[in-house]
């Protein structure tokens, strides 16, 4: 099973960028769907973003849809959530997830495996 480590994370102004990026083991990285999720203080973790194993889809939350973008590279392990014009809503631990079901999965339960957060922090 594939196992994931998020990087990235910190403390960032509003109107500010940061970029998240999760390594993944493995020699079948390639076959996973890939999604984050974040979960701040007090609330329930939250789906934001996914992409097709290929890359060629990809699925957003409202709330960041037009500010946040995920990709994969697949020759290196990795996927990535730039984020852009960040607002102090945006902060959370920020986690990584990877599922072998097809498609792109918006649902917790979907994904296999998870790696163990990076905090994000943005001040107004």
């Known amino acids: 099973q594939v196992q994931l480590v998020e990087s990235g994370g910190g403390l960032v102004q509003a109107g500010g960028s940061l970029r998240l990026s999760c390594a993944a083991s493995g020699r079948t990285f390639s076959r996973y769907a890939m999604g984050w999720f974040r979960q701040a203080p007090g609330k329930e973790r939250e789906f934001v973003a996914a992409?097709?194993?290929?890359?060629?889809?990809?699925y957003y939350a409202d709330s960041v849809k037009g500010r946040f973008t995920i990709s994969r590279d697949n020759a290196k392990n990795l996927v990535y959530l730039q984020m852009n014009s960040l607002k102090p809503e945006d902060t959370a631990v920020y986690y990584c997830a990877a599922g072998l079901r097809v498609g792109v999965l918006s649902r917790g339960y979907e994904y296999d495996a998870w790696g163990q957060g990076t905090q994000v922090t943005v001040s107004s």
């Open positions: 992409i097709t194993w290929s890359g060629a889809g990809t």
